[in-house]
Structures are given as structure tokens and as C-alpha cells.
């Protein structure tokens, strides 16, 4: 994988950072908000329940959700004037004084065998209307992951657009065991990084997290063996597989939108070039050939071409080429350094690292015209990952705490901070839809 430039290429992509201890659990801070954002309220679930409190506050990770997207600014709980729980209770005279555009009210009610019953209603508040309205029976173990489905449903009645809370985030830590050792783990966190769950552990690093297209399956590059692999793991059941172990470079894993194949790249031939691998014959494709490096493909979501990053032209720029192989053709001109493409679901943007004078942004290409712009107003940027519905990029930054995740909405407006209390997080990788 090529990072900023500190030395011979080569090294650039078996680099692995000296990381400091780490606590998996995300923290997300909002940096900047979008002016202007939609007024919402979302009131307190009613619970009936056997215990005193809910298992999980519905009303706040909702309200969170929206807050996260840039969206809409949800109304503090306690300038809420009233507290219903169903349509019937809203005085909707009360929330227009407020200045509310929408309304959220639910009931979350406990069932026999561990299970629940969740009921919402979304209100227009001007227009005095239901928008939506669902009761959903849900599993103990998933009242969170519903409270981010409900999230997807409003914020797809409101702006037409689909919700992307209800998806996951894959990255990297790196803490330091009871012993003083240090130890990698390669962590899948719901998309707001609560409920972090460990994948793997490993005493030597991880990197390049990739989700098959159905978020069943990551690929990834582990040095367990002391030489790079790139393995398949199965996300629930923790079953895995080494699929590439050539001696020398095996890296920079990349899905194709059938899930069938992987791009990567290898030096199995004395060179780092791209493959392609078929996964079910275990058939490897060499793509490229040339004597410049040749590291971090991405498949069009169409599947046709790959791009990838070369410093055939002197410095790393991004190029294209057919995903059966063929001559490739640059993409990138502006700057001193463009790296890591990724492609934005719909095809139409390419996420990278764009450098230029020795700071190293998040940007934004535009296929059609080929234009540029700069998102992230950090200097030491890296990994871009789209999230599913394309509204927003994550990719691991530094700022005064140490190494963070950041995300910023793609036109530049809405910025968070996903931190952790001590260490490093990298390489995050933001997932599909799962149905």
C-alpha cells in the first residue's frame, strides 16, 4: 500500500507505523456541522417494561445518528415542551412555537423470551402528518442495530436519500498485552463505533481491511506468518482462509462487485504488479506489467476497470485499466502525489490521498471532468473509505490526541472525529448495506 513519501517505494509499501497502545472503543465527536441543518425532535421512548430503564435509549443513539449525518440538528432533551409517545398524545401546536420541522415519537415494550417490540411514528410538524410509522419485533441482541434502521428510515423520508447508520465500520488497533507486547486486533464496529467486536488478534500488523459486497466476508494483509498474506474471513463465524502467502509482497486486497474476485497486489514474478485472483479456482491474473510499483487496486462498481496507484510516471498518480488487463491510462495530474483510489458507489467520484507540498489531504476526483477538490483540512492523511450510500468518507488522520479516524460529508460541510482514549487506530474500511 503507498503512504506519503519517507523513503525508497518499496518500503513505502511494507510499511507498518510504530503504534502506541490503543482502547478499540470509538469515541465520535462532531467537528462541524452543516449550517443550516433540519430542526428534528426525537422524544424518549416510552418503556414498559420489568425493569426501571430500557436496555437501550432509543431515542439518543436516533438522535445521534442524525446529528452524525450533518443533516439535521436534533432538540436537546431538556427544551423538549412535551413528552408523547404516540400520535394521538402530539399537540402539534407546542413543537411549531419550538421551531421543529419533524417529530420522533416511539414505545419500545419487552415480549416474553428475551425479545421486543418497537413502535415509532415520524410526524411532519407544519403539516400536522404521519410520514412514517412502523412497529418491528426485534431480538435482545439487536435493539441497537434496529435503532439505526429506524435512523435510515427517517433520514431517507426526509432527504430522499438512503440511511447508512445501520452498516459497519472495519480499522485496526494496536494495544501493548500484560506482558509488553504489542498486539494487533482487526476490529468491525457499528458505523457510529459503538460495539466494537474483535476479529482477530495477532502479535504482528494488519492492514487493508476490505468488505466483500455483501458484508459477509474481509480481506485482509497479516503478517502472523512473518511474511505478508492476504487473508478471506467469514465476519460471523471467524472462519478464514489464507488465499495469497508468495514469498516477497502480497497486499492491498480489493473486492469485485460480484464478490468472485480480488484484486491485489503481489510480487510473486520480482515486481509488484496487480492480479486478479478467481476465489473459487484459486486462479491468480497478472493485470499489469511493468517495472514501476504497481499497489492498491479498486474495482469499478460495474465491474470493468480497476484503478490503482503507480509511480510509473516518476511519483505516485493514479491510473486505470481494463479489470482483464491492458494498457493503462492516468488519471491524476494536479499535485505532487495522488494515492489510494477509491471509487464512490454510484462510480461517478474517486476518493485518494492527494499530496502537494508535503501535506496530504482527502480528495475528491470527479470522473467526468476530472476535476479535484480537497475534503479533509488535516495535513497527514490516509485510507479512504466511501461510505455505502457515497454521503460520506472515513479515513485515518492525526490531530492533537494521537492517530484518530475522521469522516467528512462529500461536500466538505460535516466533519467527526472517531477517537480512541490513548493510541492509534488505522485502515478503516466502511461497509456495504447488509440486508
Known sequence: MFHRPRGPLTAIILLCL?????????????????????????????????????PQRFHAIIGDDLRRSGRFRPVAEGDLPARPHQGSEVDFGNWRKLGVDNLVVGRLEAQPGGRYRVEFQLFDVYKGVQLAGYSIPVEGGELRRTAHHISDIIYQKLTGERGAFATYIAYVTEDVDPAGKRRYTLEVADSDGANPQTLLTSGRPIMSPAWSPDGSRLAYVSFESGNSAVYVQRVKTGEREQVSGFEGINSAPAWSPD??????????DGNPEIYTLALDSGTFRRITRHGAIDTEPNWSPDGRHIVFTSDRGGRAQVYRVAAGGGEPARLTFEGDYNARPRYSPDGERLAMVHGLKGAYHVAIMDMATGSLRILSDSSLDETPSFAPNGSMV???????????????????RTRQRLSVQQGRVREPAWS???E
Open 18 to 54: 510504530a503504534w502506541t497502545p490503543v482502547q478499540a472503543v470509538l469515541t465520535v465527536k462532531i467537528t462541524q456541522g452543516t449550517e443550516g441543518a433540519l430542526p428534528i425532535a426525537v422524544v424518549p421512548f416510552q418503556w414498559q417494561g420489568a425493569t426501571a430503564v430500557p
Open 259 to 268: 464478490g468472485r474476485f480480488l484484486a491485489l497486489t503481489l510480487s510473486r
Open 394 to 412: 472515513i479515513y485515518a488522520t492525526n490531530d492533537a490526541s494521537g492517530a484518530v479516524l475522521a469522516a467528512v460529508s462529500v461536500d466538505g
Open 432 to 434: 456495504p448495506f447488509i
